[in-house]
């Protein structure tokens, strides 16, 4: 293998659940590979289903993905190895000076790894969370590197039954990371408000939704007769055609798929390789 191609783990937590967030992270790297040239070379670990795991010394880039299920910690292998990897990157963070490893979390994973370090409370939502919903910036997202690129708000597929809130301030400050984005004010009900994404590091973002979908695999994911009905009795039918109708408009999540994880591996890379990552 070319030693010179950089590395990227992606860690699949879907469980053999049917899902579009792989086939979107794949879409993702394979473009991205498209424009740069090959420069990245990627392998999936089934994470969930078959305890599988990268060797922290083969890779550069780590994403990891939504799942089912709740995310608080149980006895299951799986989870005491990935708290196992993501601790030994934090530390291998820490100490080397030049390679660094670039973590990516996505909803499921950003829910254990928000609880792993006591940033905030997982709850089970009131009821489940599944469409195109705004996302909103706070300060310190305003002119991050990734986030701030997109406007106030942007949209994003959220699909949550549980969730993470109530962040604990003092920690989050301690430890350097900064809260990003937090879910729409809702003053009409009692409920928190989720925090949506919190850079816990220079090399390790995550989010409480899913960047990686895109309108391709959503229209997919609304036409199933069980999405579309629960939809429907949630939010109603004139919300559902609008999340349709969000599809069709390239400023709504097909901006979010295009910038937030490819923003992060151009940033990655450039860490990586200064000379090499374009978008």
């Known amino acids: 293998m070319n030693q010179s191609l950089i590395k990227v783990a992606v860690l699949d937590l879907y469980n053999n659940e049917p899902n579009e967030g792989m086939r979107s992270i794949k879409a993702i790297l394979e473009r991205f590979n498209k424009i740069n040239n090959g420069l990245i070379n990627y392998t999936v670990y089934?994470?969930?289903?078959?305890?599988?795991?990268?060797?922290?010394?083969?890779y550069d880039i780590f994403i990891s993905s939504g799942g089912p299920g709740c995310p608080k910690p149980s006895d299951q292998k799986w989870e005491k190895d990935y708290f196992e990897l993501m601790d030994?990157?934090?530390e291998n963070n820490k100490i080397e000076v030049t390679s660094k490893k670039h973590v990516f979390l996505i909803c499921h994973s950003f829910q254990m790894m928000m609880n792993h370090y006591g940033y905030g409370v997982?709850?089970?939502?009131h009821s489940a969370a599944f469409g195109i919903f705004p996302i909103h910036k706070m300060d310190d997202a305003i002119n991050s590197n990734i986030i701030g690129k997109l406007p106030e708000p942007f949209?994003?597929?959220?699909?949550?039954?549980w969730q993470v809130v109530k962040p604990n301030l003092e920690k989050i400050n301690a430890d350097g990371a900064t809260l990003l984005c937090q879910e729409k004010n809702r003053p009409h009900v009692p409920y928190e408000r989720a925090i949506m994404a919190l850079r816990f590091s220079p090399y390790m973002l995550g989010v409480q939704f899913h960047p990686e979908a895109d309108a391709e695999g959503m229209y997919r994911y609304f036409e199933r007769p069980d999405k579309k009905k629960f939809i429907i009795e949630k939010y109603g039918k004139e919300k559902?055609?609008?999340?349709?109708?969000?599809?069709a408009d390239p400023n709504k999540i097909e901006l979010t798929h295009h910038i937030i994880i490819p923003s992060f591996l151009v940033l990655a890379v450039k860490q990586l390789r200064p000379e090499a990552a374009r978008i």
């Open 46 to 58: 089934d994470v969930r289903a078959k305890d599988e795991f990268p060797n922290i010394n083969e």
């Open 88 to 90: 030994a990157i934090a």
């Open 240 to 247: 559902y055609d609008e999340m349709i109708s969000y599809l």
């Open 155 to 161: 949209y994003a597929v959220d699909s949550r039954e």
């Open 122 to 125: 997982i709850e089970k939502r």
